[in-house]
């Protein structure tokens, strides 16, 4: 039974480029949620995708946006980089929104933006 | 606004036990989780608890008290393999789509 996987697991970007992070569900699991994690801090929520749209928006700005496919897949985009968005990015699965406490993390992809 | 506070560092030696505390302030609750994550990893589940009192699973338990906004995760038997950031997290009662909300995570170093 696969975890949730996340690619890629590194990443380096210059300030104004777009980044694309992807991130498959565990079986069984249709909800995703994307979490940014800085530097010796708590993971903070971005959003989360069910069925295909936006559930839920962290304060994030809108350079942050996404996406979830049939196969609950699901991709985060960063638009025009600044160096604080630097951080390791968290994709966390669960099944059916909302009715459970308990998510599922991959091991992230760690963006460095120059 | 909703918050949690755990302390920075904790540091005990091997087969010790520890105690990380956690705080929490919030507009609604559904119960507490607890969180575990080694340098480079993923955060993995440890525990929740939605009711007062100690829930145990192996060397670890974890603790709730509802009216004093109060919990804690108990480490027995310490083994040098738990040294790792630990966090406690609350959903979020908005939008009810089980977003987490961390505390900024305790890290735990255990000394031979």
């Known amino acids: 039974d696969a975890g949730v996987t996340q690619s890629p697991t590194h990443l380096i970007k210059t300030r104004g480029q777009q980044v694309t992070l992807r991130c498959s569900p565990k079986?069984?699991?249709?909800?995703v949620s994307w979490y940014q994690q800085a530097l010796g801090q708590g993971p903070q929520f971005i959003f989360q995708?069910?069925?295909?749209?936006?559930?839920q928006r962290g304060n994030f700005p809108d350079r942050f946006s996404g996406h979830q496919f049939p196969n609950y897949s699901s991709e985060l985009n960063v638009n025009a980089l600044l160096l604080g968005d630097s951080a390791l990015y968290l994709c966390?699965?669960?099944?059916?929104?909302?009715?459970?406490?308990?998510?599922?993390f991959g091991p992230g992809t760690r963006l460095t933006v120059l | 606004g909703q918050s949690l506070e755990q302390p920075s560092e904790v540091t005990a030696v091997e087969g010790a036990i520890v105690q990380i505390n956690c705080t929490y302030q919030?507009?609604?609750?559904?119960?507490l989780s607890w969180y575990q994550q080694h340098d480079g990893g993923a955060p993995t589940f440890l525990s929740y608890?939605?009711?007062?009192g100690l829930e145990e699973t192996g060397r670890f338990s974890s603790f709730l008290s509802r009216s004093d906004s109060y919990g804690y995760l108990l480490l027995q038997e310490l083994q040098m393999k738990d040294s790792a950031s630990y966090f406690c997290?609350?959903?979020?009662?908005?939008?009810?789509?089980?977003?987490?909300?961390f505390g900024q995570g305790t890290t735990l170093q255990v000394k031979p």
């Open positions: 079986s069984g699991h249709d909800t």
């Open positions: 966390a699965s669960s099944a059916s929104a909302g009715s459970t406490d308990t998510q599922y």
């Open positions: 608890n939605a009711l007062d």
């Open positions: 919030t507009s609604g609750f559904y119960g």
């Open positions: 995708y069910y069925e295909e749209e936006e559930r």
């Open positions: 997290a609350v959903r979020d009662q908005t939008g009810n789509t089980g977003k987490l909300i």
